[in-house]
Structure formats: structure tokens, C-alpha cells
């Protein structure tokens, strides 16, 4: 495991030490959501309100396969059509924030497809698409082709991924160029394929169906995992494949070659959207396997992050440091990862945020852990769904309490507090006062000792200007590290 975690924190190099280019080809779609909370039904149809508080757009279809690339550390190069309306230009915007350039958006008449999912309370409530499919007119499809040429052409990708969402970006004949032109380059074609008929595919490396997908194309019912396995070698073999990565929910992923199956299980997880898990499954897919990984490698690594997103709420790309952290929490060293540089916490108070749950903040030296530190940090967690813990650094604590001060260094007062289970994250920080971590991260509760006023609270102004709270909880009397110390004599 540790050398696919390497892989991760190293953004996939290349054998060769690059970092590795990827170029994706599909339907391009604009995901918008509009989140609020369920208070009550609708007085004039059995229908629950939602109240709206807040709106979000994420990149979806061929374009959250390209974030996924993008939030792995590759290089990514994206090719698809849109429509000069607003959508088209959001979307442009949502690639330009992920670091992925626009300049393969072939714009044209017909509209930018969207799709509007209402939240209530966490739950999808509705969905409205707007959408214009079949194949795109011939001069359009000309067009995109002389764009993935040229692409080629320019610089050789390391990989080449079709995503189809049967929209009309990828009809047989585009998957068949493109598909040409990649394998005459020397370049593995990864498809997450659609529709009944996979002679489109012809040629390529491998596909990513889902198991309703697997049965539609091979006549099989999706409960009989023994024929719908056959019919998947049957593709294998009838396509011209190297191999078909089956994705199979709660029953993890399996990995079909000729003459050979290997099955990953799935790890479990509570599971809140698996929208986009398939696009996160053949990004990562491709990310490993042109690092130079292994089939199964590339595999497990896809497993794993399949399993990351379907326990986030909407279409959410997966990370790299999230990534590497679920590798080290399967090889049971996750509590040392809770300790997170700024930049990382505040990505992942960002993701915690966007799933919806309810951070918490607190600080303090925490210099010889004792039980009143325990109890005051588990009442605190119990204020939200996350903990994120500001420590103060080793400097910081001699300025506040003295040139004797820390009694334990700064890396093992994290670690301990690491291993914490009411503890998500650990923060290092050697200012004065939290006030900027506080700033970077904009936690939802901040909580002090009740020992504190509340006008006494670094940085409760702050967090109730943004909506949240703040939270003074009774310590326990006559424990203390100083009372300890002096114990000790």
C-alpha cells in the first residue's frame, strides 16, 4: 500500500518522472444545485417546502472526469461542446477554478446541458435537466475531431478517456476516430460507456460500465452476477479489449482480461450520492495507469476513491490528499493523517461544508493530555458533526506560559490529540491567537472553556459575522496541566 500512497501524495508521476497528461473526450454538462431545509409540506399539494438558502454549480459528465484528473495532480485536457448561454460560460468558470483550460469548449447553437437538483435536508428532492441529445450535425462533430487531432498532435497525452453520457457528443463514428487516433499514438483509450450497443467502443482499452449498464449491453439480468461476469469477458474478447472494469456497488469493483477475473471488494462506507462515482472510478483508473501502475493497482486505487465519493453529497471530484488518506486509513494509520498543514485543513473543512456537516472549532496547548482535556474536547465534538483542533506550536506556548512550557513537543501533543476519536483534524499554529486559522477555516461553532466570556473569545465576532455560533462548555475543576507539573515537583 505504501507505494500507491506515494504514487498519490506525488500527483501519479510517470515511469519517467513527469506528471502525467490526460485528454478526455465527452458530453459536457453543468450541474447546478440549489440546497435549503425541509420545515414543512406544502399546504397546497402533498409536497415538502424547501426553503432555499444557498446555490452551488459543479462540473459534471465528461467535465467532473476531468476534475477528478485535475484534484489527482495530472494534467488535464478537456473536449466537448456547449452552448454560448450563460450555462456555457458557468461552465467555463467552474473549469477555470479547477486549473483545467477551456480552450476545448466547442461552442455552438445548441444550449449548454444542465442539470438542477433541489436539496432539502441533505435528500435530492427533484431533478430538472435541460438537455438537447442525439448526434451532433457532421460539421460538428468535424470540428471536435480536428480539435482532439490537433491536441494529439501537439503533445502526446498519456492517456485518453471517452466519456459518454449519450447526449450526442460521441456517436460511433467520433469513438471510432478517436479511438484511431489514440491507439495509432500509442495511447490507452479508457471509455465509461452507455447505451446497448459497445461496437463503438472497438478498439479502445478498457471500459467502466455499472452493472445496469454491463446488463443492458450484454442481454443479462443484472441480478445474475455469475452470467453478467460471462458477458463482460464476452466484450473483452468480442471488442478487442485488454479489460472491462465492472463497478458493482456495495460489491465493490471487478476487473475482467481474458481468460481472468479479479474482484475488489468494496469498503464499506455510509453511502449519501453516488452521482459521479463512475466518473471518479475511471479517473483515478487512468491516473494509475499512467503512473505506471498495475491493472489492480490502478484498481484498488479507483475502489477506494469510489468510496470517498459516494459519501459526499452531489457531484464532488475526488482529492488527492483525501485519497492518500483513505490508502492510510486502510493500512490503519489514519490518526497521523488528522494532522493537517493550513492548506489542507481548509480544503477539507471546504469538503466537510459542501457534504453539509457542522464544524466546530477549538484551541489550546494541550500540554500533558489529561482527563479534563478529554471530556472538554468530546463535549465539543458533540456541537457538530467535525472537531478541528488549533494547537498551538511549541514557541507559542513558551510565550504564553514560559520558557519551561511545553513540557511535550508540539509533534507529539499532536498526535496524541490525533488519536482522539472526538478529534477530526489537528491545526499547528504559532500566532499570537487563532484568529487567522480561525479566518482560513470559517468553522460553524467555536467553542472555549467556560472559564471565558464570551467577549473574551478570540474570534467570536468573527464566526457569528458569517452565521455560526459560539459555545463556552463547563471545565472540569482541579485538573490541569500546571497542577500536574507541580505534582511531579
Not at 491516473?287 to 459516494?310: K, T
Not at 507559542?396 to 490525533?418: N, Y
Request: charged residues 25%; contains cysteine.
Amino acid at each position: 500500500m505504501n507505494s500507491l500512497v506515494d504514487a498519490v501524495r506525488h500527483g501519479f508521476p510517470t515511469p519517467a518522472g513527469r506528471t502525467p497528461r490526460a485528454l478526455v473526450v465527452g458530453d459536457l454538462i453543468l450541474d447546478r444545485y440549489l440546497w435549503g431545509e425541509v420545515e414543512r409540506i406544502s399546504p397546497e399539494a402533498p409536497v415538502p417546502v424547501v426553503r432555499l438558502g444557498r446555490e452551488t454549480v459543479r462540473l459534471g459528465g465528461a467535465g467532473n472526469v476531468a476534475a477528478n484528473l485535475a484534484g489527482l495532480g495530472l494534467r488535464v485536457d478537456l473536449y466537448g461542446h456547449v452552448g454560448e448561454d450563460f450555462d456555457g460560460r458557468a461552465l467555463a468558470t467552474e473549469l477555470a477554478a479547477a486549473g483545467i483550460a477551456a480552450d476545448g469548449l466547442l461552442r455552438g447553437p445548441r444550449p449548454t446541458i444542465s442539470k438542477t437538483r433541489v436539496i432539502g435536508s441533505h435528500q435530492q428532492m427533484i431533478r430538472l435537466d435541460r438537455e438537447e441529445t442525439g448526434a451532433f450535425p457532421a460539421v460538428e462533430q468535424a470540428r471536435l475531431l480536428d480539435a482532439v487531432r490537433a491536441a494529439l498532435a501537439a503533445d502526446v497525452p498519456d492517456v485518453v478517456i471517452l466519456s459518454d453520457y449519450a447526449k450526442g457528443c460521441l456517436p460511433a463514428e467520433v469513438c471510432q476516430a478517436v479511438i484511431a487516433m489514440a491507439r495509432g499514438a500509442g495511447v490507452p483509450v479508457l471509455v465509461d460507456p452507455k447505451g446497448s450497443d459497445y461496437r463503438k467502443y472497438r478498439g479502445a482499452t478498457g471500459l467502466t460500465p455499472n452493472k445496469r449498464e454491463a446488463a443492458e449491453a450484454t442481454g443479462v439480468s443484472v441480478r445474475d452476477t455469475e452470467a453478467l461476469l460471462a458477458g463482460v469477458a464476452g466484450l473483452v474478447r468480442d471488442l478487442g479489449l485488454d479489460f472491462v472494469a465492472l463497478t458493482r456497488g456495495e460489491e465493490g469493483l471487478s476487473l475482467v482480461r481474458a481468460g481472468s477475473q479479479v474482484h475488489l471488494p468494496a469498503r464499506a462506507r455510509q453511502v449519501f450520492d453516488v452521482s459521479g462515482a463512475g466518473d471518479t472510478v475511471i479517473a483515478s483508473l487512468a491516473a494509475g495507469l499512467a503512473a505506471g501502475l498495475g491493472l489492480e493497482e490502478a484498481g484498488v486505487l479507483a475502489n477506494l476513491a469510489a468510496g470517498i465519493v459516494v459519501g459526499k453529497v452531489g457531484t464532488v471530484p475526488v482529492e488527492a490528499w483525501e485519497l492518500a488518506r483513505e490508502m492510510e486509513r486502510q493500512g490503519g494509520i489514519s490518526q497521523a493523517d488528522k494532522i493537517c498543514d493550513w492548506t489542507r485543513a481548509r480544503a477539507q473543512v471546504e469538503a466537510w461544508h459542501r457534504d453539509g456537516r457542522r464544524v466546530v472549532f477549538t484551541n489550546g496547548c494541550f500540554d500533558l493530555l489529561h482527563a479534563g482535556h478529554v471530556g472538554y474536547l468530546e463535549q465539543a465534538r458533540k456541537l457538530g458533526d467535525r472537531l478541528v483542533v488549533g494547537l498551538n506550536t511549541d514557541a507559542s506556548v513558551s510565550r504564553l506560559k514560559g520558557p519551561a512550557r511545553p513540557v511535550i513537543h508540539e509533534a507529539d501533543r499532536a498526535r496524541v490529540l490525533a488519536a482522539l476519536e472526538a478529534v477530526d483534524a489537528v491545526v499547528l499554529f504559532g500566532e499570537e491567537t487563532p484568529l487567522d486559522l480561525i479566518l482560513a477555516l470559517r468553522p460553524d461553532v467555536l467553542v472555549k472553556g467556560d472559564d471565558y466570556r464570551e467577549d473574551q473569545v478570540v474570534g467570536a465576532a468573527e464566526v457569528k459575522s458569517w452565521g455560526g455560533s459560539v459555545a463556552l462548555i463547563p471545565v472540569l475543576a482541579g485538573r490541569s496541566t500546571t497542577g500536574i507539573i507541580a505534582k511531579l515537583g
